[in-house]
């Protein structure tokens, strides 16, 4: 877009130029109907508020997002045209309304923005920099399956330790050994020891009955969202492979670099993934004596979740070698370039366990192998620890 510092002059000019009209652009996004109900919007645009710090917004876009939001000024947005990802058009019509552009509503009352924004005592903005995309971009994919494994693994900590046979005995526990077990709701079912109990006490508790769906729910809510993240990954890997972006072929400067053609496996990983996606439909069949009625398939959503997991690991290790090659071709271009300590110490680890050159099997084995605490140790004890 221009040369030098953004803040001269010239090239104020034309950011600010520029900026405006994809703003007022934001108008014709989208296509409707309509969304009909207000509270949707300001409980996205309260979404957008929270996140678009990690965007680097300009001060003025922030301010303007909350006043917006404070003085109940609330733009006119269309329900299609977006994607999921950004929710560009969506974002793209509030921008509009910052600018004087399209309808909104104030309190309540549909009118044109610029009339919609002088009853709030509100002035439009001129945004600057990247005020565009702060405003319309969010991906959270890999957080999405970061989520996703912690809600399982308390899943299955929860199924360990505890029975979902029913009833549930548990023997020589009181209501002296915790609040819980001395509330009305658990005294209820509690049995003092004397003669017919052998002296033993305890409480004797109906539970689940022998259902493990919070488990077998949590399997596929984490195997969906590693399909939703594999398909970004794939496509890392393929536009690591495209001049377009990337500006110059691997092989113009490590002649050979790409030792291991691999051709389509990213993507039939990926679909392999998202093959695996998709639920196991409920059934039951009243199976013993029809008290069996309720099936769970959970070892068949195991059997999804670790195939998942396994081509997911072969998959990043396509995404690693691809990402490891473009630093050493970067650092040949320029022996200054610097990416991080987190990236050049995992790219550092593995290119001393992995050469280059070294085919993908070896990369997908690197990462089940060598934790990030093993290369990198200013990790915070919650990553350093995951599996």
Same mark, same amino acid.
């Given at each position: 877009?221009?040369?030098?510092?953004?803040?001269?002059?010239?090239?104020?000019?034309?950011?600010?130029?520029?900026?405006?009209?994809?703003?007022?652009?934001?108008?014709?996004?989208?296509?409707?109907?309509?969304?009909?109900?207000e509270?949707?919007?300001?409980?996205?645009?309260?979404?957008?508020?929270?996140?678009m710090?990690?965007?680097?917004?300009?001060?003025?876009?922030?301010?303007?997002?909350?006043?917006?939001?404070?003085?109940?000024?609330?733009?006119?947005?269309?329900?299609?045209?977006?994607?999921?990802?950004?929710?560009?058009?969506?974002?793209?019509?509030?921008?509009?309304?910052?600018?004087?552009?399209?309808?909104?509503?104030?309190?309540g009352?549909?009118?044109?923005?610029?009339?919609?924004?002088?009853?709030?005592?509100?002035?439009p903005?001129?945004?600057?920099?990247?005020?565009?995309n702060?405003?319309?971009s969010?991906?959270?994919r890999?957080?999405?399956?970061?989520?996703a494994?912690?809600?399982?693994?308390?899943?299955?900590?929860?199924?360990?330790?505890?029975?979902?046979?029913?009833?549930?005995?548990?023997?020589?526990?009181?209501?002296?050994?915790?609040?819980?077990?001395?509330?009305?709701?658990?005294?209820?079912?509690?049995?003092?020891?004397?003669?017919?109990?052998?002296?033993?006490?305890?409480?004797?508790?109906?539970?689940?009955?022998?259902?493990?769906?919070?488990?077998?729910?949590?399997?596929?809510d984490f195997?969906?969202?590693?399909?939703?993240?594999?398909? &970004?990954?794939? #496509? +890392?890997?393929?536009?690591?492979?495209?001049? /377009?972006?990337?500006?110059?072929? !691997?092989?113009?400067?490590? *002649?050979?670099?790409?030792?291991?053609?691999?051709?389509?496996?990213?993507?039939?990983?990926?679909?392999?993934?998202?093959?695996?996606?998709?639920?196991?439909?409920?059934?039951?069949?009243?199976?013993v004596g029809?008290?069996?009625?309720?099936?769970?398939?959970?070892?068949?959503?195991?059997?999804?979740?670790?195939?998942?997991?396994?081509?997911?690991?072969?998959?990043?290790?396509?995404?690693?070698?691809?990402?490891s090659?473009?630093i050493?071709?970067?650092?040949?271009?320029?022996?200054?370039?610097?990416?991080?300590?987190?990236?050049?110490?995992?790219?550092?680890?593995?290119?001393?366990?992995?050469?280059?050159?070294?085919?993908?099997?070896?990369? &997908?084995d690197? #990462? +089940?192998?060598?934790?990030?605490?093993m290369? /990198?140790?200013?990790?915070?004890? !919650?990553?350093?620890?995951? *599996?």
């Amino acid at each position: 877009m221009f040369e030098g510092d953004p803040m001269s002059p010239a090239n104020r000019a034309l950011i600010e130029k520029t900026q405006i009209a994809r703003f007022r652009g934001g108008s014709r996004w989208g296509t409707g109907p309509e969304v009909n109900d207000e509270e949707v919007v300001r409980a996205m645009m309260v979404v957008r508020a929270n996140a678009m710090i990690y965007n680097a917004p300009s001060p003025q876009l922030s301010q303007m997002l909350l006043d917006l939001l404070n003085r109940r000024v609330t733009p006119v947005v269309q329900s299609r045209g977006t994607l999921g990802e950004g929710d560009l058009a969506q974002l793209g019509n509030v921008g509009a309304a910052m600018v004087d552009v399209g309808d909104a509503y104030y309190r309540g009352v549909r009118m044109p923005a610029d009339q919609a924004l002088k009853r709030s005592g509100l002035a439009p903005i001129q945004p600057f920099a990247a005020d565009d995309n702060a405003l319309t971009s969010t991906s959270i994919r890999q957080a999405s399956a970061w989520e996703a494994w912690a809600v399982l693994r308390d899943a299955v900590v929860l199924q360990a330790n505890s029975s979902d046979h029913n009833p549930a005995i548990s023997v020589s526990l009181g209501p002296t050994d915790s609040w819980e077990l001395a509330t009305p709701q658990m005294m209820r079912f509690y049995v003092k020891g004397g003669v017919l109990s052998h002296g033993q006490h305890g409480y004797i508790v109906s539970n689940a009955n022998w259902d493990p769906y919070p488990l077998a729910n949590k399997l596929e809510d984490f195997v969906i969202a590693l399909a939703n993240m594999d398909v &970004a990954v794939m #496509l +890392r890997i393929e536009r690591f492979r495209n001049t /377009f972006f990337t500006g110059v072929a !691997a092989e113009s400067v490590i *002649p050979g670099a790409r030792a291991d053609f691999y051709g389509y496996a990213p993507v039939d990983l990926q679909q392999e993934v998202a093959g695996l996606m998709n639920p196991v439909a409920p059934f039951g069949s009243a199976i013993v004596g029809t008290v069996e009625d309720l099936q769970a398939q959970t070892r068949i959503k195991v059997q999804h979740a670790r195939q998942a997991v396994d081509t997911t690991f072969d998959l990043l290790g396509f995404d690693l070698l691809e990402g490891s090659m473009w630093i050493d071709v970067r650092k040949i271009q320029d022996a200054r370039r610097q990416f991080g300590p987190v990236p050049t110490a995992a790219w550092a680890a593995y290119r001393k366990a992995v050469p280059l050159g070294s085919v993908a099997a070896a990369t &997908a084995d690197f #990462l +089940r192998n060598m934790p990030a605490a093993m290369f /990198f140790r200013d990790l915070p004890p !919650a990553a350093a620890n995951a *599996p």
